[in-house]
């Protein structure tokens, strides 16, 4: 699913280049549950970047799903994360004054063939997949953390993605709202998507089939 090779990636912070992915080379296939793990400026979010196509390498190929992405147009990039990324990230944002229902049922908004009663239909579908069917009509600011994180899982998995990225996802969560998204990330693992998580979460990298370790911008398996 997930072929990078020879990968580079530099910022420029006041004059000087600073690099942070260093010919970085992985391979994930389809299915796979997927742990990054690495110090906190390893460029573990840059790599998400890359592999979510938010952001394209200053070298090296990228190819998702057999198709080479690194050198594509930014629209040409948003069809491709429409049709098959889902994120969620540590801080999830969602539009203030809509419900629930509403700030998931907007992922259909931009399909060619959107259906306002459809997409309703669906958001409730996966709100309730997630323990949220008692929220369904409140507002993003009237829930808990982690209630939030289960709510920005409903609206990735909403166009139906076949890979899932997160970037800490439970970052700001506590125990057992951590042990309810993990096993949520598990059961759609389970259900055929491929999930590529980075997670300071001890049991998140056991959980994981496979954990990958960043340093010094490469990525090796960690034990
Ligand atoms: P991690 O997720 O592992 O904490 P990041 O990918 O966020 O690491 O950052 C890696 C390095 O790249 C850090 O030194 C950070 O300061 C730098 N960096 C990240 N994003 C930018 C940016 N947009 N502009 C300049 N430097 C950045």
Known sequence: MIEANAICKAYRQAKRRVPV??????????????????????????????????????????????????????????????????????????VDYLDLVDNVALQGFYAPDYDAARSRSRAVELLRQVGLEHRLDHRPAELSGGERQRAA????????????????????????????????????NRAGITIVVVTHDPDMTIAAGRRLELDRGQLREAA
């Open 153 to 188: 899982l409903a609206r990735a998995l909403f166009n139906e993605p076949r890979l899932l990225l997160a970037d800490e996802p439970s970052g700001n969560l506590d125990g057992a709202n951590t042990e309810h998204l993990r096993n949520l990330l598990l059961e759609q």
């Open 21 to 94: 992915l260093d010919r970085l080379s992985v391979q994930i296939d389809a299915g796979e549950f997927v742990a990054i793990v690495g110090p906190s400026g390893a460029g573990k979010s840059t790599l998400l970047q890359v592999l979510g196509c938010l952001d394209t390498p200053c070298s090296g190929e990228y190819w998702l799903n057999g198709h080479e992405v690194s050198r594509l147009s930014e629209p040409e990039l948003a069809a491709v994360r429409n049709r098959s990324i889902g994120f969620v990230f540590q801080s999830s944002h969602f």
